[in-house]
Nanobody, 115 residues
Framework: QGKLVESGGGLVQPGGSLRLSCAATGFRISGYAMSWYRQAPGKEREVVATITKDGSFTNYADSVKGRFTISRENAKNTVYLQMNSLKPEDTAVYYC????????WGQGTQVIVSS
């Protein structure tokens, strides 16, 4: 049984940075594309960034392009999301997801951007 565990969330001021991590157990992420999603209060969950199996291609939501960077270390079985120039509208619970039919979700990590 696979599992994803996110970490690195917290409270940060506007303009600040955070780095989220997503550690996988029970399966090797090297076999899968992976994504970060987020869900803000009262809103639907949305995809933020996606990375291919080998990390050669990434894709971002327009709202985070130029500010967020998704990366992966397959040897550590971990995916990252570097978030810079954070805005209050980035406040949400952030989830990572294995991109496969019925893929695993993590439990989420809360990010709050506020002064």
């Amino acid at each position: 049984q696979g599992k994803l565990v996110e970490s690195g969330g917290g409270l940060v001021q506007p303009g600040g940075s955070l780095r989220l991590s997503c550690a996988a157990t029970g399966f090797r992420i090297s076999g899968y594309a992976m994504s970060w999603y987020r869900q803000a209060p009262g809103k639907e969950r949305e995809v933020v960034a996606t990375i291919t199996k080998d990390g050669s291609f990434t894709n971002y939501a327009d709202s985070v392009k130029g500010r967020f960077t998704i990366s992966r270390e397959n040897a550590k079985n971990t995916v990252y999301l570097q978030m810079n120039s954070l805005k209050p509208e980035d406040t949400a619970v952030y989830y990572c997801k294995q991109l496969s039919p019925g893929g695993y979700w993590g439990q989420g990590t809360q990010v709050i951007v506020s002064s």
